[in-house]
């Protein structure tokens, strides 16, 4: 029984120096970039891709076809001109022509290393004709613009919709009709999400520290 005593009050450093340290707030990560899903934007080299060639981070469908850097000629301008950090992407054709239906622009984003339920979107877009949606992982979220090629339209999604592993984010757009005409998307955006939940404060670690140390001289 004395032992267990001694054993006890011994322990009691450890046990307050725990109890006083997890009440401390800890310190918060902030928000990391998790990827930047601009369009034209190559992420090895943190530049952008010159026109004319494809840009491989979006899909096109219907039709599973890579999304192509448009250069700086018409329908540039009307459109929003070109950035050194983002670009039209649209059509392997003679000024992005294509036909007058719904096209979804995809791109796909790992949230390995980050925390996915803190994941949110933040950026412009534009798109030639009518925005119709911003949908994460094939949920909508409602976002749309009127189709005013001339300007980029600033949008925000909150977290939500991002879970682990590989996740879409698909821009879609109508192009309307007569007949073949040009149709692209812009987009000047990125991911963020937070790498991990809390980093405990230096006075946490040392109040511990301190509880450990106590405890070992009382064994004495």
Do not use: C
Not at 16 to 29: D, E, K, N, R, Y
Not at 32 to 50: A, L, Q, R
């Amino acid at each position: 029984m004395k032992n267990l005593r001694k054993m006890i009050v011994s322990a009691m450093p450890v046990i307050l120096a725990f109890m006083l340290a997890i009440s401390l707030p800890g310190q918060s990560v902030e928000a990391d970039t998790v990827k930047n899903i601009s369009t034209g934007w190559d992420n090895n080299t943190n530049s952008v891709i010159p026109g004319n060639n494809p840009d491989p981070d979006y899909t096109i469908t219907p039709g599973a076809l890579v999304s192509t850097v448009l250069p700086e000629a018409f329908p540039i301008p009307p459109w929003f001109a070109n950035s050194a950090t983002s670009k039209w992407v649209g059509f392997a054709t003679q000024s992005s022509n294509a036909d007058p239906i719904v096209w979804d622009f995809t791109t796909t984003v790992s949230m390995d290393g980050f925390d996915p339920s803190t994941a949110t979107i933040s950026g412009m877009w534009s798109t030639d004709n009518f925005g119709v949606d911003i949908l994460v992982n094939n949920v909508s979220t409602g976002i749309t613009n009127d189709g005013n090629f001339g300007i980029l339209h600033p949008f925000n999604i909150a977290a939500g919709l991002f879970g682990p592993g590989d996740n879409q984010i698909t821009f879609r757009l109508e192009n309307a009709p007569p007949g073949l005409n040009p149709a692209g998307l812009r987009v000047e955006a990125t991911v963020e999400a937070d790498r991990g939940n809390m980093i405990p404060e230096p006075a946490t670690m040392t109040l511990l520290g301190f509880g450990v140390l106590v405890a070992m001289r009382a064994r004495r």
